[in-house]
Each structure stands twice: as structure tokens, then as C-alpha cells.
């Protein structure tokens, strides 16, 4: 594979598709992990894989090479034509050892761990990508916060008398001669995201897209993380930085939203939950773990929480006898948040053949 273009990527468990297309000797145990995990949104995978290499004829067959750490990374640069980074940091000393790079792919879009200038002075071309997952993840916070607020897993199907009255609310009808008939059902305690406080813990990429779609509800954003975004950036999302405990009394949704770290496991514990407003709910897409799970179950126990939504979880699958699914105002779901699998394979046709157009020129 001597003149195959040699492509170093950042491992990840989605990154690791650019290998399954582009390398012609694929490893054949993960090529079967793939096609099972592919399977029941994608179940032709080897389709997939045929139509991303047609568009990217111009660098099949590569020379793709997985990195997980910032020496292996350098270690693989001299040869490297194009490089594809989520986290790894590409900065003057990764440059300098880097001859023959033409691309940086960012998978995603925030370059703080990209030397931008020292790209610039290289002549070095830099690509971004908007996942379609990190997307789907917002939206999917947004259908949990809507089904808390809503109370959709309440009312739907309550429309019938003989439903209505067998969820013990009693139907009534209103006098329609004087007054409107909305909620004939009468579930009581229904809210508005429009004008409700939304905190978010982390505004990365996935905290961004939660905080465009906070905007759209006309909600009031406040967010908390280590460093502070600039001006522009707090303005385009309408954000506030504000103190996390200050985020958590003042917040009728609260959005944790960074990754799990040794600093950032139980990050929510007993003290920070105890600052959280009685009425507010907590919706979590990113990882269990942040929330210490005993404090959790505490604050669920005594009603301080209004209601909670939890999609990546502290054991999967759930145990039957988990004391989460005991509580009515808590939804739980399978690990949901980013799918279809069509994001995953949307965003590498996309960033595929935008390798293949770069190095091509």
C-alpha cells in the first residue's frame, strides 16, 4: 500500500468506519460488529459500503490508520496526507512532524483543540462537520423535555370517558355554551417550555445545539462550564455563564452535558441537587454517571424533582427491578438520543467524500 494516501484518524467507535470503507483489508471481526449494528436501520451495509467508495474513488484503496492517544498520533504523522480528529490536539509540535498533511477533518465543529493560524501558515486546508447525531441528541432532549412538560406518556390514548376514568381523573364535561373544551381529560399540571429557564452544564457541541433549539422555544438559557464562552458566542446562543449552583436554583430544566470524566463523575451529587428549585426537572442525554445515583433516587423519593429523563444509562439493558421505572414522573429510554444510525452514515458519506475531494486536487 506504498502509494495508497495515508489517512490517521482519531478512535472512536464511529470514526472507526472510515477503515471499513476505505481500507481494503478490513478487520473482519469489526466489519461483523458493523453489519450487526447497522442492521435495523441500515441492512444493506455492504450496499452502504460500496456506494461510499464509488464517491470516494479517488483515495480508495487508503491507508487508514486509528490513533487513540496524542503519541500515537504523532508518531503516525510523517506519512499522514490527511489527518481526522475529535479531541486528539493538532497544534505547532503535531504540525512540525507533519510533512505531507494536506487536511484536517475536525469531526465536529468547535477547533479549540486545532491550531487554526498554524494550519493557515502551512497552507494546510481545515474541515468541519456538523453531526447529524450530536443534532438528533438536542432533539431528543427536546422530546423528553416535552413529554415531562406535556405529560405525553399521561394523556395519550385518554380520550374516551371509560379511559379518562379509569386513569382515576373523572371526566366532567365543560359547559361548551360558555368556556372552551381543552384538556377535556382535566390531567392537571401540564407547563410551557416558552419563557421557562433552561440550564445547561456544558455547552459543547451537543449543549450548542440544545441551546439553538432553547432559543426557538423562546426559553432563557443560562449555562455553566469551566471556561467562559466569548461574547459573540454567548449572543449567537443567547447564553448566559452563569455559577452551577446559581444554574441549578435558578433553572426549570436542567441539562447536564459534558463528558464523563474522573472530574465529572457524580458531579450532580447530594449538595448540588439540594440547590435545584422543587419544580424543576432534569433531563440527561449525555451519561448517567454525572448524576450521583443515590442523591438521585433521594430527591425522586421526597418529590423535589418534577421529573427526570435519563437515555444513557448507569446499567444496560435496565434491570427489570430498577427502582427508576417505579416512579411516574421519570422516562427512560434505550440509549435513543442519537439515532438513526442514518446520522452516523450520512456524516462519514459526507466527510468521506470530502477526503476524496481534497486529496484529489
Not at 175 to 197: E, Y
Not at 257 to 284: D, F, S
Amino acid at each position: 500500500m506504498a502509494s495508497s494516501p495515508v489517512i490517521v484518524v482519531e478512535d472512536d467507535p464511529f470514526t472507526r468506519l472510515i477503515p471499513l470503507v476505505l481500507d481494503p483489508r478490513p478487520n473482519e471481526e469489526r466489519y461483523a460488529a458493523f453489519v450487526n449494528f447497522m442492521s435495523h436501520d441500515e441492512p444493506d451495509f455492504d450496499g452502504w459500503l460500496r456506494r461510499v467508495r464509488k464517491s470516494a474513488s479517488g483515495i480508495y484503496p487508503a491507508d487508514v490508520r486509528l490513533v487513540g492517544s496524542q503519541e500515537e498520533l504523532r508518531a503516525q504523522l510523517p506519512d499522514c496526507k490527511a489527518l481526522v480528529v475529535e479531541s486528539l490536539v493538532v497544534g505547532p509540535e503535531e504540525l512540525a512532524a507533519a510533512g505531507q498533511l494536506r487536511l484536517v477533518q475536525k469531526f465536529g465543529t468547535l477547533l479549540r483543540n486545532i491550531d487554526t493560524a498554524a494550519c493557515a501558515e502551512k497552507n494546510i486546508r481545515l474541515r468541519t462537520l456538523r453531526r447529524r447525531a450530536n443534532i438528533s441528541c438536542a432533539e431528543h432532549a427536546f422530546a423528553l423535555m416535552l413529554m415531562l412538560a406535556r405529560k405525553l406518556e399521561t394523556v395519550s390514548g385518554l380520550v374516551t370517558v371509560q379511559r379518562i376514568n379509569a386513569a382515576g381523573l373523572s371526566y366532567r364535561p365543560y359547559d361548551r355554551r360558555h368556556s372552551a373544551g381543552g384538556n377535556f381529560a382535566r390531567v392537571p399540571g401540564t407547563r410551557a417550555l416558552n419563557g421557562a429557564t433552561i440550564g445547561i452544564i456544558g455547552l459543547g457541541e451537543i449543549g450548542r445545539e440544545i441551546a439553538r433549539r432553547a432559543v426557538a422555544f423562546d426559553m432563557n438559557v443560562l449555562y455553566h462550564q469551566r471556561t467562559r464562552l466569548s461574547e459573540a458566542d454567548e449572543r449567537e446562543f443567547g447564553a448566559r455563564h452563569v455559577p452551577l449552583r446559581t444554574l441549578l436554583a435558578e433553572s426549570d430544566w436542567i441539562i447536564p452535558q459534558l463528558p464523563t470524566l474522573p472530574a465529572t463523575r457524580n458531579m450532580l451529587g447530594r449538595e448540588e441537587l439540594a440547590c435545584i428549585k422543587p419544580g424543576a426537572c432534569i433531563v440527561n442525554v449525555g451519561n448517567a454517571p454525572l448524576i450521583n445515583r443515590d442523591a438521585l433516587l433521594e430527591v425522586l423519593r421526597v418529590g423535589t424533582l418534577a421529573g427526570f429523563a435519563l437515555d444513557v444509562h448507569y446499567q444496560e439493558p435496565v434491570a427489570d427491578d430498577d427502582e427508576l421505572l417505579g416512579f411516574d414522573n421519570v422516562i427512560l429510554t434505550p440509549r435513543m438520543a442519537g439515532s438513526p444510525r442514518a446520522n452516523a452514515l450520512r456524516d462519514f458519506e459526507e466527510l468521506i467524500a470530502g477526503l476524496a475531494r481534497e486529496l484529489s486536487q
